[in-house]
Structure formats: C-alpha cells, structure tokens
C-alpha cells in the first residue's frame, strides 16, 4: 500500500507532529505502507515510514544547504556521482537538475535501499540515472556489510554501524572508483562527486587515488562524521589529511551569499558535509552563474 501525502502538510511549522500522528494512526489499524511526498524541484519520493531518514526527509530540510549546492553548481552536460545513495534523495536531485542534458551515477550496494532507489527512479521518470548495486571502497570483491534491521539503514556501513541496535549481514560486490571510472572513460569527466558511506570515506578515496588526484578531478561532497569514522578505524582528522593530499581544501558553503567559505581542520567533528574543491576560481564562477531561487 501506498498513502499520497498532501504536501500541505510539509509546510506546518510543527512538521514533526503530523509525521508522528501519521505514523501511529496507521500503525494502530495494522496497515502496511509506504508514504509517497513532493520535495523540491518536482521530485516525488517513495519512502518507508519505519526508516528513520525518512522522518529527516519529511520533518525537517534535511540537508538543504547541500541540495542547495546542487542546484548552484550542476550545469547542463555535467554528470554527478553519488556514492551511498540510499533512497536516492541526492540522485534524484540532480537528475531532475540535469534531466534532459546531463548524467547521474548512483551507487547503492545494499538490496532494499536499491529497490526504494529504483522505484523513485521510475517514480520520477528519470531515465539519466544509472544505478549500480555496488558499494565504492579501496579494492574489489565481496564483502559484508551490516544492515540496520530497525529503521537505521541509512547507517548501514562495511564498518561497524554507530546507529540503531538490531543489525543483519549482506554480501554487497565492491569495486574502486579508479576501476569503474577507467573501464567507463569517466576521468576528467565529472563535475561533482558525493560520498557518503558512514565512516568508509577514506577508504573510497584510496581506491579513488588515481582519479583524483588528477587537476580535472571532480568537486566533492563528503561526509565527516567521527564516531563513524572511528567505527572504521580511522579519524576525521586522517579523513582530512588524506583529501588534502590529493590536492583538495575543504570549504563548507553560504547558500544565502552563494561562497565557499574555508574550513580549516576542526578538533571535533559530530556530523557535517564538506566541499571539497581543486580550483575555487572555477568553482566559484559556476556558482556565481547560478539561476536565482
């Protein structure tokens, strides 16, 4: 079963609350379901009500001086990477950004959080996404990747997940992105890249080294989250070192002036997203050219 959610609804000022009385009415008369809601750009989004990001995505603007980004920087022709797409909220995104004249590469290794991609793909029609049920890391093969089973997936990680407390195990394929992108003449061909894979971060750069280490290597969105990071066995600070070792500086970003501002490396890093930039003249310009919201 499907509910439609009026969007009305996304624009009280308690948001929160009518998620909550949603998610108890129907839960009390025994119903099994997905909600399906509009979030910008047009997109429609198909989402499991037990899984915790979906309250981020319905209650609160999750993520949205990233989303923002994306509509600032993308231009017609670019092709976006997004590594740890989940249920596709970025991917979706920028295929409507991009519909009609540029590409997005979702990458998704877990079996469930595909299938809710897939369907938002076709959701919104969007036929220049190409999915790929493959987790990114520092080499290829088969590995195991632990699975919230409590409404966590979003957290779901080849380390140690650090959210939710019922977990299962799925054997996921990986490969490097300097593998994937030499067999699919992608380097020096993306525009943007967002890496979110809860701690594993530093992984997929190592076995990105290759390609990004080159001067036409694409911006990236990456996720610093420590307790995350630990869980991998590394730190943020290391996370840090090592984009800057292939050439980056790490900027967060004034939706409202539309500029990157410099973030120099932090004693402590809770959760946030850094935009991680080669040449921030060209950078600068595409966002100065940006449509007007």
């Known amino acids: ?8 609804l996304l624009r009280l000022k308690e948001r929160d609350l009518p ?17 399906e809601i509009a979030i910008d750009y047009g997109i429609r989004m198909r989402l499991d009500p037990k899984q915790r990001l979906t309250s981020l995505i319905w ?8 989303r923002q980004f994306l509509s600032d920087f993308l231009k017609p022709g670019d092709i976006f990477v997004d590594v740890g797409s989940n249920n596709g909220l970025f991917a ?13 590469l979702a990458f998704e290794p877990c079996s469930e959080a595909y299938q809710r991609l897939s ?21 290829p093969g088969e590995f195991t990747m632990t699975t919230s089973l409590d409404g966590f997936d979003a957290w779901n990680s080849l380390a140690t997940p650090q959210a939710g407390s019922e977990f299962g195990e799925e054997t996921v394929k990986c490969t490097t992105w300097d593998d994937f992108a030499t067999r699919n003449g992608l380097a020096g061909c993306i525009a943007m890249m967002k890496i979110d894979v809860e701690g594993w971060e530093t992984r997929v750069l190592s076995g990105a080294a290759e390609t990004l280490s080159r001067e036409d290597a694409p911006l990236l969105q990456v996720e610093f989250t420590e ?5 991998a066995k590394v730190t943020c600070e290391e996370l840090y070192r090592s984009l800057e070792e292939l050439g980056y500086t790490m900027y967060t970003y004034d939706a409202d002036s539309r500029k990157l501002i410099h973030d120099p490396i932090r004693s402590s890093y809770p959760y946030c997203n850094l935009f991680c930039v080669k040449n921030l003249e060209k950078a600068t310009a595409r966002l100065s050219n940006c449509n007007a919201a």
Do not use: P
């Open 19 to 35: 998620w909550r009385i949603l998610r108890k009415a129907l839960r009390f008369i025994g119903l099994q379901y997905d909600i």
């Open 119 to 139: 369907n938002n793909v076709v959701l919104n029609g969007l036929e220049n996404i190409e999915l790929h049920k493959l987790a990114l890391s520092d080499c």
């Open 227 to 231: 307790r995350n990071c630990l869980s």
């Open 59 to 66: 209650s609160s603007d999750f993520e949205r001086t990233e």
């Open 92 to 104: 979706l995104t920028a295929g409507r950004l991009l519909v009609g004249t540029g590409q997005v």
């Open 1 to 8: 079963m499907t509910l439609v959610v009026d969007t009305a």
